[in-house]
């Protein structure tokens, strides 16, 4: 599998690359375990949660305590480094190709390697980005300097009342650009994302293509796995390649069969017998 891989990325003109969450896994950004006991075991004695996404739902008391678990999941997953260097792996085995990234992580880790933002559309938001809670305008706001004073002025597992963020257009708390639910902002910059992805798409329909599906899911298969299926099937030259371990697959149904390779194993050691 990955010496025919090998062959089609040095054949393919055009790179595809579809993120999910196995990818971050597979750089060290895991959301349970010896990570989560390290950042977060006070929370975990207190509300019995026991990973960050279920902490990331617990219904807080106050907005104190919602922030500080927050302030320290999106510093330690946002402007904390990947322990392992996948996404710079993965950056090198497409050098000199023509990509661009489609991504449902919020993570950052694609611009930290150094991905060209004219190459990339973050579906589903940034931890970096703050928005209004209703939402009143689609507006986003970088939150790197008050997400670093919470952090560390937080004490008994609560912030500072002060440091609580509101809208600055109508007063209402602000969350995180987070895709939850409907009340998630698309502003300029996610539609110049997304109307970027279109544009690559339409101008290179016709090249040698290759839909690279690393470590995305089920639970949002509408944004990468379903149209990597659905273009590989229709585009004249495309290949699907999907590297997950424990979800890389293909239905019969799909009709790509004859044009899919997919790996079952971690990303990291993958990219790294690529390079």
């Known amino acids: 599998m990955i010496e ?14 579809g993120a999910g969450a196995g990818l971050s896994t597979s750089a060290g950004f895991t959301y349970d375990g010896e990570r989560f006991t390290k950042y977060f075991a006070d929370f975990e004695s207190k509300y019995h949660f026991h990973d960050m996404y279920s902490g990331g739902f617990y219904p807080y008391e106050t907005p104190e305590e919602f922030w500080a678990y927050w302030s320290r999941n999106i510093f330690i997953n946002r402007y904390c480094d990947a322990p392992k260097p996948v996404y710079d792996d993965l950056l090198k085995v497409i050098h000199g190709k023509n990509y661009f990234v489609l991504t449902t992580n919020v993570d950052h880790c694609f611009q930290k390697a150094g991905v060209d933002k004219s190459r990339l559309f973050y579906t589903q938001g940034d931890y970096g980005l703050f928005q209004c809670s209703l939402p009143c305008h689609k507006k986003t706001y970088d939150n790197e300097k008050t997400i670093t004073a919470m952090l560390s002025q937080q004490k008994d597992m609560r912030v500072p009342h002060e440091l609580i963020p509101y809208c600055p257009v109508c007063g209402r708390p602000m969350t995180m650009n987070l895709r939850c639910d409907d009340s998630f902002v698309e502003d300029d910059g996610w539609h110049e994302a997304a109307e970027r992805y279109v544009q690559f798409l339409n101008d290179n329909h016709d090249s040698r293509t290759i839909f690279l599906e690393l470590g995305t899911g089920m639970n949002t298969p509408s944004i990468i796995k379903y149209p990597f299926w659905r273009m590989t099937r229709t585009w004249p030259d495309a290949l699907y390649v999907c590297v997950n371990l424990g979800e890389a697959y293909v239905p019969e149904r799909s009709g790509i069969t004859e044009r899919s390779v997919c790996i079952n194993r971690d990303i990291g050691e993958v990219l790294s017998e690529l390079m």
């Open 4 to 17: 025919q891989l090998k062959r089609a990325l040095d054949e393919a003109e055009t790179v595809i690359i």
